[in-house]
């Protein structure tokens, strides 16, 4: 499936088969795809758990309101940053470069980040947002049906993960064979609402 079409027909799939299983194959497909993901100053802050112990699963679900896609997706994962990733041996974000570019880097990350607690979180929530729609759109190229997920308890969730303190959720994303179609989309906003030419108009 070529990416437009993936973008046109991926929708929040809530009913899955709980008997299939994603092949190991396919699932570390999803998942390195999601790791080529961009990241400001190539930080890679994301971590993605994948859940797969039932009982923890439906610990989880009942975090979130019952949701049963939680427990019949063949995969939950939970799309994860790590808030200090700018200030952990920096300059490994930039291995393959020469040594002075490496520095350089580590330098600047320091520069941006330090002391900026907000631009810390905005750039994990950034972060974690594309590695969803990547996650996503890998998942229904592969013939997968998918839910991102932000109804649920998030430091219940986080202490069922064990969460370290300087990580934040960003959101679920589940992954599985769908069992019913999607709701028919609630309706667009028109294009000129949402393209803008330039600026806002006064």
Known sequence: MDVLKAVATRRAVKQYDPDFQIPEAD??????????GPTAFNLQNWRFVVVTDPALRQQIRAAAW???????ASVLIVVCAD???????????WQDAPQDVQT??????????RGREQVQRDEAMRS?????????LTAVSLGYQTCPMDGFDFDAVGKLINLPEDHVIGLFVAIGKGTAP?????????????????RFAD
Do not use: F, H
Request: net charge neutral.
């Open 182 to 198: 999607p709701q028919p989309r609630g309706g667009s906003l028109p294009r000129q609402e949402v393209i803008l030419a330039d």
């Open 27 to 36: 699932l570390a497909q999803i998942l390195d795809a999601a790791r080529m």
């Open 83 to 93: 808030l200090a990733a700018w200030k952990k041996s920096p300059a490994r974000y």
């Open 66 to 72: 019952d949701q049963a896609q939680v427990t019949d």
């Open 104 to 113: 350089l880097m580590a330098g600047m990350i320091d520069q941006y980040y």
């Open 128 to 136: 974690c947002g594309l590695a969803a729609q990547t996650l996503m």
